[in-house]
C-alpha cells in the first residue's frame, strides 16, 4: 500500500465542519501543539492529519534550522530530499508567515509540496502567497520549543549539532 493511499484512508473521517484538528509533535526539545486551519488550506490540513496518523512522522528530524527563519522538518530521508511519494497541488492564502505560522515546504515547482514542513521563527512576507500556510503554534509553551529548537547550534548544511527528533506525532481531534 502506497503513502498515498494510507493516507486517505486515515483521513476518511476527517470532518473540519464538526470537528477542529491539532497536531501534536513531542520532539526531543519538548512539545508542540500546532492548530491546523482548513478554512485556509483543507488537503494541507488532511495530509498532515493522514500522514501523522499513519505514523509517518513519527522518529523524523527537524533536519533543516536557520535562526531567525524557521525550522525544518518532515524528511524522511532527514537531509530535505524526501517525501512520501506524492505531492498535493498549492493552496495559496492569505495568511502571513510570520512566528509560529506552520507551513509547507516545497521545490520550485508550487505543486511539489508533501509531507515536509516549517514553522516561522520570524516574519517572512516574502513567502506569503508563495507557499501554503495552513496553521500555527496552539500556544507560548509550544512557540518556545521552536524558538529554543530555532536557537540550536547548526552545521553547514543548517543541520543542529544536536539532533532534534519527533518522536511522536499525534493528531487532537475535538468537537466544535
Given at each position: 500500500m502506497s503513502f498515498r493511499e494510507k493516507v486517505d484512508g486515515a483521513t476518511a473521517d476527517v470532518d473540519f465542519d464538526a470537528n477542529?484538528?491539532?497536531?501534536?509533535?513531542?520532539?526531543?526539545?519538548?512539545?508542540?501543539?500546532?492548530?491546523?486551519?482548513?478554512?485556509?488550506?483543507p488537503e494541507h490540513c488532511r495530509n498532515m492529519i493522514g500522514l501523522a496518523r499513519s505514523g509517518y512522522y513519527d522518529n523524523l528530524s527537524f533536519h533543516r534550522v536557520i535562526e531567525g527563519f524557521m525550522i525544518q522538518g518532515g524528511c524522511n530521508r532527514g537531509d530535505g530530499t524526501g517525501g512520501p511519494?506524492?505531492?498535493i497541488r498549492a493552496e495559496f492564502n492569505d495568511t502571513r508567515h510570520e512566528p509560529g505560522v506552520l507551513s509547507m515546504a516545497r521545490s520550485s515547482n508550487p505543486n511539489s509540496a508533501g509531507a515536509q514542513f516549517?514553522?516561522?521563527?520570524?516574519?517572512?512576507?516574502?513567502?506569503?502567497?508563495?507557499?501554503?500556510?495552513?496553521?500555527?503554534?496552539?500556544?507560548?509553551?509550544?512557540?518556545a520549543v521552536v524558538n529554543k529548537i530555532g536557537a540550536l547550534d547548526t552545521d553547514y548544511n543548517d543541520r543542529p549539532r544536536e539532533p532534534v527528533i519527533i518522536n511522536t506525532a499525534k493528531v487532537i481531534e475535538t468537537s466544535k
Open positions: 477542529k484538528y491539532q497536531i501534536e509533535l513531542d520532539t526531543t526539545q519538548g512539545k508542540i501543539l500546532l492548530d491546523l486551519d482548513p478554512s485556509v488550506a511519494g506524492y505531492m516549517f514553522i516561522c521563527l520570524a516574519a517572512h512576507s516574502h513567502l506569503d502567497g508563495q507557499y501554503t500556510a495552513f496553521g500555527r503554534t496552539a500556544n507560548a509553551e509550544s512557540l
